[in-house]
C-alpha cells in the first residue's frame, strides 16, 4: 500500500510520445494541456470541436498539438495517423459521451463508442508500449453498490451499455493479441466530472453556467440524484498515473478514478454550490419527470488506486466548484483560456501533495 500521495513522473513523461483520442472534447482537452506542460509530444485524433465555444478552441490547443481532426470509425484514417504519430502511449478518449444521445441516437452511440474501440485496439496490435481507455462509471449493474472493479458489469440504457461494451471489447483485445505483443492494456472509469471549459448540453455545469450567466431560472431534471462528482483535473492525474503503471504486458486491467468514499452529492447541493459561488440569488425549479433515464443514485469505490497507485486529489467538492465557476466567470469576461487552464494545472498539481516537475 503506498503512503503517501503519488507524483506524476516529469522524467517519464517528458518527450514522450502520446497519442491521444479525443482531443478535441472536455477531458481529451485538459489531458492534452497537462500533458503538453509535462513536456510529452502529443498528436491527436477527433471530430472537429463538439460545441461552440469549446475548451480546445478557446485555449488554441490546435497550435499546440500535432492534431488530426478524424472520425475512429473510419479505421484506415485512424491507422494512419497512428502510424505518423508512432507513439509510445496511447490514451483513448473519443467517444459520444451523453447519456441523452444515448437515447436519441443509440446507433450512432454504439458505433462511434464501441466500433471506435474496435478500430483503435486493431491499429496498435504492434508499435506502442500501452493502451489506456477511459470508459465510465456507468458500466456497473447495480449503481448503487459500492461497485469496485470487479463487480459486476451491466447498463439499462445505450450510452452505459456502449461502455459495458468497450470494456469486453478491451479485455479481449488484450488477452487475444495485445498482451501477447508485449503491448499492456487499461481501462479507466471516471466518476462525473466537472470543470471549466465544458459547454455540451444536457449536462450539469455547462446547462447552470448558462443559466448564470443569462440569468435565467436554475432548471433541475433530477434534483435528487446522488453523482460521484469530481473535477476534470482529477480524472487527468488518475488516467496519467495508471498511464505510468502500465509497465508491464498482461491481461487487461481496470481503474476506477472517483471520488473519496462518502462524498456523493445530489444535483440540488452541487447547485447550491454553483449558485453560491455566482453570487446568484434566482429561483431554482426542477422541470419535472426526465425525459430519458437516468440512475437516482451513482457510486464508484476508488479505493484500489488509492491504495496501489498512491492517487490522492487535492480538492475538496466545495473547492472544486468554485475553482470551476471561476474559471467560467473568467473566461466569458474574456482572460485567456490558456492562462485560466494552466492557473488551475499549477494549483493542483503544484501543490505539497502531488510533486510533479512541470515544464
Same mark, same amino acid.
Given at each position: 500500500?503506498?503512503?503517501?500521495?503519488?507524483?506524476?513522473?516529469?522524467?517519464?513523461?517528458? @518527450?514522450?510520445?502520446?497519442? +491521444?483520442t479525443?482531443?478535441?472534447?472536455?477531458?481529451?482537452?485538459?489531458?492534452?494541456?497537462?500533458?503538453?506542460? +509535462?513536456? $510529452?509530444?502529443?498528436?491527436?485524433? *477527433?471530430?472537429?470541436?463538439?460545441?461552440?465555444?469549446?475548451?480546445?478552441?478557446?485555449? #488554441?490547443?490546435? =497550435?499546440?498539438?500535432?492534431?488530426?481532426?478524424?472520425?475512429?470509425?473510419?479505421?484506415? $484514417?485512424? !491507422?494512419? %495517423?497512428?502510424?505518423?504519430?508512432a507513439?509510445?502511449?496511447?490514451?483513448?478518449?473519443?467517444?459520444?459521451?451523453?447519456?441523452?444521445?444515448?437515447?436519441? #441516437?443509440?446507433? =450512432? /452511440?454504439? !458505433?462511434?463508442n464501441?466500433?471506435?474501440?474496435?478500430?483503435?485496439?486493431?491499429?496498435?496490435?504492434?508499435?506502442?508500449? *500501452?493502451?489506456l481507455?477511459? /470508459?465510465? @462509471?456507468?458500466?456497473y449493474?447495480?449503481?448503487?453498490?459500492?461497485?469496485?472493479? @470487479?463487480?459486476?458489469?451491466?447498463?439499462?440504457?445505450?450510452?452505459?451499455?456502449s461502455?459495458?461494451?468497450?470494456e469486453?471489447?478491451?479485455?479481449?483485445?488484450?488477452?487475444?493479441?495485445?498482451?501477447?505483443?508485449?503491448? &499492456?492494456?487499461? /481501462?479507466?472509469?471516471?466518476?462525473?466530472?466537472?470543470?471549466?471549459?465544458?459547454?455540451?448540453? @444536457?449536462?450539469?455545469?455547462?446547462?447552470?453556467?448558462? %443559466? +448564470?450567466? &443569462?440569468?435565467?431560472?436554475?432548471?433541475?431534471?433530477?434534483?435528487?440524484?446522488?453523482?460521484?462528482?469530481?473535477?476534470? +483535473?482529477? !480524472?487527468?492525474?488518475?488516467?496519467?498515473?495508471?498511464?505510468?503503471a502500465?509497465?508491464? %504486458?498482461?491481461?487487461?486491467t481496470?481503474?476506477?478514478?472517483?471520488?473519496?468514499?462518502?462524498?456523493?452529492?445530489?444535483?440540488?447541493?452541487?447547485?447550491?454550490?454553483?449558485?453560491?459561488?455566482?453570487?446568484y =440569488?434566482?429561483?431554482v425549479?426542477?422541470e419535472?419527470p426526465? /425525459?430519458?433515464? =437516468?440512475?437516482?443514485?451513482?457510486?464508484? &469505490?476508488?479505493?484500489?488506486?488509492?491504495?496501489?497507485?498512491?492517487?490522492?486529489?487535492?480538492?475538496?467538492?466545495?473547492e472544486?466548484?468554485?475553482?470551476?465557476?471561476?474559471?467560467?466567470?473568467?473566461?466569458?469576461?474574456?482572460?485567456?483560456?490558456?492562462?485560466?487552464?494552466? *492557473?488551475?494545472?499549477?494549483?493542483?498539481?503544484?501543490?505539497?501533495?502531488?510533486?510533479?516537475?512541470?515544464?
Amino acid at each position: 500500500m503506498t503512503s503517501s500521495p503519488a507524483a506524476l513522473d516529469g522524467a517519464f513523461w517528458q @518527450d514522450r510520445r502520446v497519442f +491521444l483520442t479525443g482531443h478535441t472534447g472536455f477531458i481529451g482537452g485538459w489531458t492534452a494541456a497537462v500533458l503538453c506542460r +509535462l513536456g $510529452a509530444k502529443v498528436s491527436g485524433f *477527433a471530430l472537429a470541436p463538439p460545441t461552440d465555444p469549446s475548451f480546445f478552441q478557446l485555449t #488554441n490547443l490546435s =497550435e499546440r498539438i500535432n492534431g488530426t481532426i478524424g472520425d475512429v470509425r473510419d479505421r484506415d $484514417a485512424l !491507422a494512419a %495517423a497512428i502510424a505518423a504519430a508512432a507513439p509510445d502511449l496511447v490514451i483513448h478518449l473519443a467517444a459520444q459521451p451523453l447519456v441523452r444521445i444515448g437515447f436519441t #441516437n443509440p446507433v =450512432e /452511440t454504439f !458505433a462511434t463508442n464501441v466500433l471506435g474501440t474496435v478500430n483503435l485496439l486493431d491499429c496498435v496490435r504492434s508499435g506502442p508500449r *500501452a493502451v489506456l481507455v477511459m /470508459t465510465s @462509471d456507468k458500466v456497473y449493474r447495480e449503481t448503487h453498490s459500492e461497485n469496485r472493479e @470487479d463487480y459486476r458489469l451491466g447498463a439499462h440504457h445505450p450510452y452505459g451499455a456502449s461502455k459495458v461494451c468497450c470494456e469486453v471489447v478491451a479485455e479481449a483485445y488484450a488477452h487475444s493479441f495485445l498482451a501477447p505483443a508485449g503491448i &499492456s492494456v487499461a /481501462t479507466v472509469r471516471a466518476g462525473n466530472v466537472v470543470g471549466g471549459g465544458d459547454w455540451a448540453l @444536457d449536462r450539469l455545469i455547462p446547462d447552470v453556467v448558462r %443559466a +448564470l450567466s &443569462s440569468g435565467q431560472p436554475l432548471s433541475l431534471r433530477q434534483p435528487d440524484a446522488e453523482r460521484p462528482w469530481q473535477h476534470v +483535473l482529477d !480524472a487527468v492525474y488518475g488516467m496519467l498515473l495508471v498511464g505510468q503503471a502500465l509497465s508491464h %504486458a498482461g491481461e487487461a486491467t481496470a481503474w476506477n478514478v472517483g471520488p473519496p468514499s462518502g462524498r456523493n452529492m445530489t444535483v440540488r447541493q452541487v447547485v447550491s454550490l454553483a449558485a453560491s459561488a455566482w453570487g446568484y =440569488e434566482g429561483k431554482v425549479v426542477s422541470e419535472g419527470p426526465p /425525459t430519458y433515464e =437516468e440512475a437516482a443514485i451513482l457510486t464508484l &469505490s476508488s479505493e484500489r488506486i488509492r491504495q496501489q497507485l498512491g492517487y490522492a486529489e487535492p480538492w475538496d467538492l466545495a473547492e472544486i466548484i468554485a475553482r470551476t465557476i471561476s474559471w467560467y466567470r473568467s473566461a466569458l469576461a474574456g482572460k485567456d483560456a490558456w492562462q485560466l487552464a494552466q *492557473a488551475d494545472i499549477d494549483a493542483y498539481f503544484g501543490n505539497r501533495l502531488v510533486a510533479v516537475r512541470l515544464q
